[in-house]
Every structure is written in C-alpha cells, then in structure tokens.
C-alpha cells in the first residue's frame, strides 16, 4: 500500500498541475477583457473621470440597454451558462462521484468516510480498479443535465431579475435577489431532474455491479414503492363502510402511479425544498459579494473597466481573483443552507438500488438517516461538499460573467 507521503505527492503533483491549467485559462479571458478595455481608454473623452461618471449614475440607467427578453439575448445567455456549467462540473468531477459514494452509503466506500484521508484513499482506490474513467464515471451523463440545467438556470435567473427588479437600483433588495434565484433554480430543474437520477444511480454504480444506461432506465422505470402495512380492522366496523373504504383505498391507489415515468422524478419534491434556499442564497450571495467588492475604497484593486459594449446598467467587471472569491462564497454559504435536504434527496434517488427495490418516501428516507447516524447523518460529505461547491460556485460564474462580457450582454 502507497506511503502516505507518495500520496501526498502525487496529489501535490496534481494539484500544481491543475493550478497551472486554470491560471492560463484565466490569464486568458482576462487579457480578452483587458485587449476591450483599451479601446475604452483611447475613446475616453480627456478629462473625463471613469469613476465620476459612474459615481454619477442615476438610479434609474438611461443609455444603452440590452433587451433582456430578446431571443438574441436569451440565446446568449444560454450559451454562457451551459458552458459555464459544464466547466465547472468538470473541474470537480472526481469529488463528485466520492461525494455520492459517501453520501449514498455505498458499502465498499463506507470505511473511508470521516477523514480527509479517507477521501484521497478512496479516490485512490477507484483509479487503481477503474482507472482515469473511473473518476468521471457518470460524467458524461452529468454534461448532457448540466448544460441545459445551467443554460436555463441563468436564462431563468436574467429573465426573472428583469422581471422583480428591473434596472432600477432602488429594487436591488436582498429578497428580491433571493426571490429571483430561487424561482430560476426551480425553473432548471424542473426541466432536467431526470437527467440527475440517471447520473446519480451511474456514479453509484461499481465495477463489480456495472450496469449499461438502458439497463439504469429500465430498472428506475420499473421500481415501485414500498406498500404500506394495511390498519388493523375494528370489530366494530360494519361491512358496508369496511366496503367502502376499501373501494376508495382501490380507487385511490389505482390512479396514483406507483412506478413508470414518476419514478424519474424521485425526490423531486426534496430538490425543490433544497433549491428554493440554495439557489436564493447561491445569487443573493454573489451578488452581494460583488458590490462589496465594487465599493470606491477598494474597486481600484478588485474591478476592470468597462469594455466599450458593456451595457449601459452593467457594472465593471471584477478582476479574477475578485469575481472566483466572490462564486466560491456564495457557494460555501449556500451548500450550508441547504446540504441536509441534498443528503435526503440523494437517499431517495438510490433508495432502489440497494434493498429490496422498493423506493421510499422523504419522511421515511428522514427517519431512516436519523436513526443510522443521528443528526450528524444529514451532513455526512459535507466537508467533501465544501471542497467540491466552491470551485464549482467560482468557476461557474466567472466564466458566466466573462462569456456574456465577450457576448455584449
């Protein structure tokens, strides 16, 4: 077995590398902005101030302004968030498959949980069986959900900020910025949940229990629900309400659907709990942390001027290092919040395949975790989450805030 010093080396080795890929990646949208930024200074009238004009802004933008409902910019803005997504999940694919691997209980990773040690021994682990691959396990089902899933999450998300808050800065309050994340993060994933059932039971998946994708879809779409136990009859109860409330209860579970479609939408009713605080705190945050980042005692050193085409409502750009702090923030602050109805979720979505099949409801999947493990079961991975969320969080939005900078929007 690898010292643990070897590991720590390789794992340095890996992570210098990566470092190094992502400074060129951001010294290179960086120098996009900064080529744009030239352009301003050379058509900058002499003796104009760029921080008295924008000190000198009035509550309510006047000038050019970009029509958010346009098919033009949706489509934009669409193509910003999908890449953004799908570069942010790539970035954090390993830690994603051990995440659901601890979160989901899976019995030959059980043992490494509670330790960091834990996590880089079963990273090991899964590349000594499964390779390279095998850390991205279900990562091309995570790419086919994330794109559309981040595409119409920021389209959602502009669209509704149009909507409750508009460009006048006087409605820039914080439950409006919560109000208009929470309903874009609803919006998305309505629209790609089964796509995040389908990638969960992929990462879930073993070597020594591999599945095909249509074998993963046939077995979800054919899983049913655990019956529950039928009351006790009274003696008392005469034979025709005993009739009749067994015709009901027929009746009942007859238009109720107990397997088929609805079974991709396992949890839903979970994620949606869960999405309402993370995606209202994920934005309230961002944005929060962006204008303290814009205040005039310190823009100097956090901010890029404005390109020539920015829009006329649009702030100044953060610098890298602002605009990565600022996602991996709001991604800490949000994984917080809601992390406990993510575990349950998760539960649920696996629920079929370990036991008997049978899939299980969110109270039961509550009280099945809480008896496991007590209240610490609802933040197993939580560390693992901290170290996945926030670059994922920073990520994701620098690179929104740089494509819809190259995309005029």
């Known amino acids: 077995m690898p010292s643990a010093a070897s590991n720590h080396a390789s794992m340095s080795e890996f992570t210098s590398r990566g470092e ?30 760029p921080d008295a004009a924008d000190d000198e802004l009035p509550v309510t933008v006047k000038g050019k302004q970009p029509d958010k409902h346009s098919m033009d910019y949706v489509i934009r803005s669409g193509i910003a968030g999908g ?19 601890f979160q989901t209980s899976n019995p030959q990773f059980a043992k490494y949980q509670g330790s960091w040690a834990g996590v880089a021994i079963a990273m090991r682990d ?19 959900k994330i794109y559309p899933y981040a595409a119409i999450k920021f389209v959602a998300y502009e669209q509704y900020r149009a909507f409750i808050i508009g460009s006048n800065r006087q409605n820039e309050t914080w439950i409006r910025r919560f109000a208009s994340g929470a309903a874009a993060g609803v919006t998305s994933v309505f629209f790609t949940y089964p796509l995040e059932i ?17 074998d993963i879809c046939k077995k979800i779409y054919y899983e049913y629900p655990l019956r529950k136990p039928r009351p006790i009859a009274v003696e008392s109860t005469s034979g025709v309400t005993k009739a009749v409330a067994e015709t009901a209860t ?21 994620t949606l709990m869960g999405m309402v605080p993370y995606a209202g705190v994920s934005f309230l ?38 605009e990565l702090t600022s996602g991996g923030i709001s991604g800490a602050v949000s994984q917080t919040v809601a992390y406990p109805l993510e575990v349950i979720r998760r539960r649920m979505q696996v629920s079929g395949a370990v036991g008997d099949g049978h899939r299980l409801r969110i109270g039961e ?15 197993v991975g939580l ?23 190259l995309f005029n929007i």
Not at 25 to 39: L, S
Not at 85 to 90: L, M, R, S
Not at 365 to 379: C, H, K, L, N, Y
Request: charged share 20%; glycine share 8%.
């Open 198 to 214: 389908i990638r969960v039971r992929l990462a879930f998946e073993t070597k020594h229990r591999s599945s095909s994708l249509t």
């Open 285 to 322: 945050t961002h944005d929060t942390m962006g204008d303290l980042f814009r205040l005039r005692s310190i823009r100097e050193y956090t901010t890029l001027p404005k390109p020539p085409s920015a829009p006329a409502d649009k702030p100044a750009p953060l610098r890298a290092w602002a």
């Open 83 to 101: 890449i953004a997504g799908c570069a942010a999940k790539t970035t954090v694919a390993p830690l994603d498959r051990v995440k659901i691997l």
């Open 383 to 405: 560390s693992i989450g901290y170290v996945k969320v926030m670059p994922l969080a920073a990520v994701s939005f620098y690179t929104y805030e740089r494509l819809k900078t």
């Open 20 to 49: 190094g890929n992502a400074n060129t990646i951001v010294g290179k949208m960086d120098g996009v902005v900064r080529k744009a930024n030239h352009v301003v200074a050379s058509t900058t009238t002499q003796g104009a101030s």
């Open 250 to 270: 027929a009746a009942v579970q007859a238009v109720a659907p107990r397997s088929g479609l609805v079974n991709f939408y396992r949890g839903f009713s979970t």
């Open 126 to 144: 899964i590349y000594s069986h499964d390779g390279v691959l095998g850390l991205f396990r279900g990562h091309s089902a995570t790419l086919l």
């Open 365 to 379: 999947t509550a009280s099945m975790i809480f008896r496991e493990r007590g209240v610490p079961g609802f933040f």
